[in-house]
């Protein structure tokens, strides 16, 4: 095993840049490390980082046999992934935030957190972590730097971004052309509720994170930059920053349709990104292409369009549920060099997960021996970090610097009643009415109670960084002369009988809504006019009349709740004529 990193000094193995250097010699001055690391991007540092970690138990080795170079991180039982209550947009206008986001005035908001900072990092590696959202060529990517005590942040930032030198050399560059990266700061902490923030400052554009060691509020890149911070940059530079999945969709005849997708967490985008269509579908030559899972960063192009990039280079996927049948892509993508984070574990060392099959596990997530009275094996938001080009189906256009025509917008929600199947918007200002009109029926990604309906407009309640009123404003400014925008869908894949049952098969199957959708925008599929939108008309998909059903009388609770929730934005809401 190689040796753990060693700490660099500063200057010399640090940056040219002096925003840089400065901004980092002010976090060691507040919280005192032992030492720093400048981390490289190289092999030899993540095997390192790995060494490191297995000695100290943060790591488990996985069966090498069967998983080679996967581990088991345990985390706190404590820590989750989200915390939307102590997760913070700091504006100098309490109004820039917007009711969708908890707000701190900036200067509250940095004594808060910097008094938790202080004197953190003793005893600890403060890493320094650059990073690029985005092709490394690509304009359309962003860069950022996240300075961190945890290596398993370290080295799940690696295979999530382009993390290191080239990351830095493009810091440095930009720099010197006045163009700023994000800074983040993060901090493990002690772990402990009571002393957890995650604040953000877009005007900035930086991110103080204290108190989690896993997920969107220790990998800053993710949710806090390519989101949050990313949301408001996009606003003011005239772009969308979204919580959506890319796919290509290569029909028979070899064209490809770029398909960007919304979901909430836990509702199936990483399976839909990473579809495998029925052999049936396969032997006509329909193929689905991945381009990524969680994030698209959408930019209109000289030609009227908008182009999508995917601004993360890894998955950070929930594990349970992931199986044979529901994503076979995943399961290939996260058989070696993989971190996971709460699974549980078989007998033989295997990573395992509620749905993956019958087998039954050892040890549950918190390396307990298994007892189905301690609730699941798994943690139901256990999640695998692995890197995007390990995917079979990895888009040859994923690493594309000017990014990929995007055809059709989707968006969906879980909805166990009322919602059909699929239905098209009427143009991009009904579009976006649906977007914003969103709901889903929780899950386990956040804190909370499970299965409560919950509006959450584009996927975004979560992420954006800025007042949902001025956001539906933005999405609705694209609608100019000139532009070629995509068409608009909804989409429900969990729609149940009146037994309770899943009217809809969903994983594979889902490529007949996908055709459908690309029959709409080539102009080839048929519809139906209702008030809510475009429906498949009768026999445009093999489905069956329960799933694609509009029932008016069901709609008009659900339109006035529509209008409760919008109401909450008040005066910023457009006034714009969306029915
Ligand atoms: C995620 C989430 O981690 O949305 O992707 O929670
Ligand atoms: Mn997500």
Redesign the pocket.
Known sequence: MNARPRPQAMPAAGSRLAALNDWVAEVAALTRPDRIHWCDGSDAEYAALLAGMLDDGTLVALNQDTHPGCYLHRSHPEDV??VEHLTFVCTRERDDAGPNNHWMAPADAHAQVDALFDGCMRGRTLYVVPYCMGPIDSPLARCGVEITDSPYVVANMRLMTRMGADALARIEREGAQGTPFVRGLHSTGELDPARRYIMHFPEELSIKSYGSGY??NALLG??CHALRIASWQARQEGWLAE?MLILGLETPHGDTHYIAAAF???CGKTNLAMLIPPQAYREQGWKVWTVGD?IAWLHPGADGRLWAINPEAGY?G?APGTSAKTNPNALATIARDTIFTNVAVTADNQPWWEGLDERVPALDWQGRPYDPANGPAAHPNA?FTVNARQCPSWSPHAEDAQGVPISAIVFGGRRSTLVPLVYEARDWAHGVFVGASMASETTA??TGQVGVLRRDPMAMK?FCGYHFGDYFAHWLSFDRPGARLPTVFHVNWFRKGADGRFLWPGFGENIRVLEWIVGRVEGGAQAEDTPIGRLPAAGAIDASDAILRYEHADWIGEQADVDRALAEYGERLPAHAWR
């Open positions: 992934a989200r997920g969107g993710k949710k919580h909430p967490s836990a969680d950070f929930v999640r990604a956040a979560p």
